[in-house]
């Protein structure tokens, strides 16, 4: 496939994506038409004074979620893919997403527990993504620091395993013995949510996943010599120790706020890497990171979209909605005899 055929590919994607981003906005429990929406995007008045207030500061914020969200999983699965050279590693293996559900658990549940009434009491808007960026920062700086004390990166996967498992077990210990209004708290962040961040926590949000963003094009050329084994990128003159511990940062910064903002959403950054592969039929990371998140931004917006219900006051879980698109993936992929990393 030439140069010219992925700009078609990028074109056709982007104009998709572009449709379900107004799609998106128009559906929910308010039905609002295609020019009213357009009409206010471009600063104008909508037809109804509450049809604007909706669509400023409910569904745009919305939208805009989905896509980074989407998209940073996606780009977080394509590197986790990549250093671990396993098909089925995700943006959550090293254990980031435990971590920051371990945060809100103890903010949560830990809280009359341990006698932090008052602080239960004091919850703020920024409450639950600060307890679950702590979480995630705490199991980012164990990985980190043992990634360095091992040399081989299938250990990494599996100490970022036992940190999952380590985080989850303290979680389940903390939900037998909860009140039960606080582990319905918990659960119900556990599900995932698109919907609940301001203008403020997004522009955060936007901020570490455009600096995540920015760190990933000095490794590129990495990303794509690790494909071929860690002996070929040596042999390149390419230092594997500082390679994989800027994938390791990247991947749990961008991990953690996004976890942190939206709550734990799976399978997209496990499926979509491998959509991307099979769409643009190439393993180079030079159209694959922008391909995964492109890709990834469609999906979530497709999946947020179906969770809307629309016409109707309820909205499903975005995580069984995801899962109900990931896991047929996931079951394809293990089924297929055909080799995953083209």
């Known amino acids: 496939m ?77 590197l986790m893919q990549t250093l671990f050279r396993n098909p089925l590693a995700g943006p959550f293996v090293l254990g980031i997403s435990s971590g920051a559900s371990l945060g809100v658990a103890l903010l949560l549940i830990g809280s009359s527990l341990f006698g932090g009434v008052l602080l239960s009491e004091t919850f703020t808007h920024w409450t639950l993504p600060i307890a679950a960026s702590l979480g995630a920062f705490l199991v980012l700086s164990a990985v980190i620091i043992t990634a360095n004390s091992v040399r081989n990166t299938m250990s990494i996967l599996i100490i970022g395993l036992m940190f999952g498992s380590f985080a989850s077990a303290i979680i389940s210990v903390l939900s037998y013995f909860s009140e039960a209004t606080k582990l319905q708290q918990f659960l119900f962040w556990s599900f995932g949510s698109l919907g609940n961040l301001s203008w403020n926590e997004l522009l955060v949000l936007g901020v570490f996943y455009v600096i995540a963003m920015c760190g990933i094009f000095p490794i590129l050329k990495s990303l794509n010599s690790l494909l071929l084994g860690e002996n070929y990128a040596k042999s390149l003159g390419i230092s594997i120790q500082k390679s994989r511990n800027i994938i390791l940062v990247i991947t749990s910064l961008l991990t953690g706020i996004i976890t942190a903002f939206s ?44 969770a809307q219900l629309p016409t109707s006051d309820y909205t499903l879980p975005i995580n069984a909605i995801t899962s109900i698109f990931g896991a047929p993936v996931v079951i394809w992929l293990l089924i297929r005899k055909k080799k995953l990393f083209v």
């Open 2 to 78: 030439n140069l010219p055929i992925y700009k078609k590919h990028f074109l056709l994607l982007s104009v998709l994506l572009i449709l379900l981003f107004f799609v998106n906005i128009s559906l929910g429990s308010v039905a609002i038409p295609f020019q009213d929406i357009f009409s206010v995007l471009v600063g104008g008045n909508s037809s109804k004074e509450s049809w604007e207030i909706i669509i400023l500061n409910f569904r745009i914020p919305k939208a805009i979620t989905a896509i980074l969200v989407g998209s940073g999983l996606s780009v977080c699965g394509l």
């Open 263 to 306: 709550g734990p959403i799976a399978f997209v950054g496990l499926a979509v890497p491998h959509l991307a592969r099979m769409f643009f039929t190439t393993s180079n990371h030079k159209i694959l990171v922008p391909a995964s998140a492109i890709i990834g931004a469609i999906v979530l917006l497709i999946c947020d979209s179906i």
